[in-house]
């Protein structure tokens, strides 16, 4: 691990995660390490690690952490909140580290083509008369091509 630089951190990135919706559930951590214990992520890509991103957020590493690849691995099982003793719920606080992210361009690739779609066609997969026979035969209702509300959403 390279050595950190202390004129990078900053002592309010942790209230900034606390301010975010999901966020403020890092307050009641105190970093024991169940979350990463049992998390199956970390198994595969032991460079994941919930507790090293705790430890990131509380040193105020926000621009590594933002610019990190493995915030995107989580695969929001919710393992880590069942075992957690404090109750911390660090799925939301992934998810309010994602939100930062995006707010500040690092978001990766793929959520741009992603947003791409959505504006286009109002859902991430085209839905077009094939999709809509076989929703037909099933007894569910015809997808139609009117999205306004996602773009409304969007914006």
């Known amino acids: ?15 900034r995660v606390a301010g975010e919706l999901g966020g403020e559930q890092i307050k009641k951590c105190f970093s024991c390490g169940v979350c990463s214990a049992r998390c199956p992520i970390e198994k595969i890509e032991p460079e994941y690690n919930p507790r090293r991103i705790i430890r990131m ?7 590594e952490l933002l610019k990190e690849e493995l915030l995107w691995h989580c695969s929001t099982c919710y393992t880590c909140q069942e075992s957690c003793p404090q109750e911390v719920d660090f799925t939301e606080v992934v998810f309010a580290l994602r939100n930062l992210a995006v707010r500040k361009g690092l978001a990766p690739p793929g959520m741009g083509a992603a947003r791409n779609l959505l504006d286009q066609q109002g859902r991430m997969y085209e839905v077009g008369d094939f999709e809509n026979e076989k929703r037909k035969e099933m007894g569910l209702p015809e997808i139609k091509g009117d999205f306004k509300d996602i773009q409304k959403i969007l914006k």
Request: charged share 40%; hydrophobic share 40%; glycine share 4%.
């Open 57 to 63: 957020i509380l040193l105020g590493m926000e621009e």
């Open 1 to 15: 691990m390279d050595p950190i630089d202390l004129r990078k951190l900053d002592p309010d990135f942790k209230q």
